[in-house]
């Protein structure tokens, strides 16, 4: 079955840096892009961007691009999303998702999705 | 960028109800619209894509239509276990959430 596992929570001080995993299983990682969604407490889902986990390349949405890095780990099916320089506007779960697209339909969606990953920033 | 607005943010409804949520663009979207459930502490679920198809083991309560800038997902008999946040998110130009629905039993 598909699984995306993702690392446990963090507590970071600001200025410091983190970075959480996404394990992918039950299919061919390169196959479907992974996307990064950022939900702060109480608050709505914010698209980051994602990675082309053919390609290894990354796509950031604007408020997202700086001091966020995605990357792969390709041969263990591990997207990765680090944060530097944290802020205390960065405290959210971060949720990697599946992106499963079929353009003849024009279809596109998040059909998988990690269980979230909390991030605390506190001094 | 393409802007969601989803309303209300707040519904309180009766078992059993129909109910409808509503997701406004700030642009023509071409029907490229999903929506997704978000119960309290999991992450979100897909109920709905390309404005009105429903994904594989989705209840057949839950329906979505739509057109241009307009959308709704409706629950045509609301149960206890479909308490939870609902999300819009368009797909035209880069990807948006709406800000959500939460939905509440009376």
Not at chain 1, 52 to 75: C, I, Q, W
Not at chain 2, 39 to 68: D, H, M, V
Request: charged letters at 15%.
């Amino acid at each position: 079955q598909i699984q995306l596992v993702q690392s446990g929570p963090e507590l970071k001080k600001p200025g410091e840096s983190v970075k959480i995993s996404c394990k992918a299983s039950g299919y061919t990682f390169t196959d479907y892009a992974m996307h990064w969604v950022k939900q702060a407490p109480g608050k709505g889902l914010k698209w980051m961007g994602w990675i082309n986990t053919y390609t290894g390349k990354p796509t950031y949405a604007d408020d997202f691009k700086g001091r966020f890095v995605f990357s792969l780990e390709a041969s263990a099916s591990t997207a990765n999303l680090q944060i530097s320089n944290l802020k205390n506007e960065d405290t959210a779960t971060y949720f990697c998702a599946r992106y499963y697209y079929d353009g003849y339909y024009h279809v596109r969606y998040f059909d998988f999705w990690g269980p979230g990953t909390m991030v605390t920033v506190s001094s | 960028d393409i802007q969601m607005t989803q309303s209300p943010s707040l519904l309180s409804a009766s078992v059993g109800d129909r109910v409808t949520l509503s997701c406004k663009a700030s642009q023509n979207i071409y029907k490229y619209l999903n929506w997704y459930q978000q119960k309290l502490g999991e992450a979100p679920k897909l109920l709905i894509y390309y404005t009105n198809s429903l994904q594989t083991g989705i209840p057949s309560r839950f329906s979505g239509s739509g057109s241009g800038t307009d959308y709704t997902l409706t629950i045509s008999s609301l149960q206890p276990e479909d308490v939870a946040t609902y999300f819009c998110q368009q797909y035209n130009s880069w990807l948006t959430f709406g800000s959500g629905t939460k939905l509440e039993i009376k």
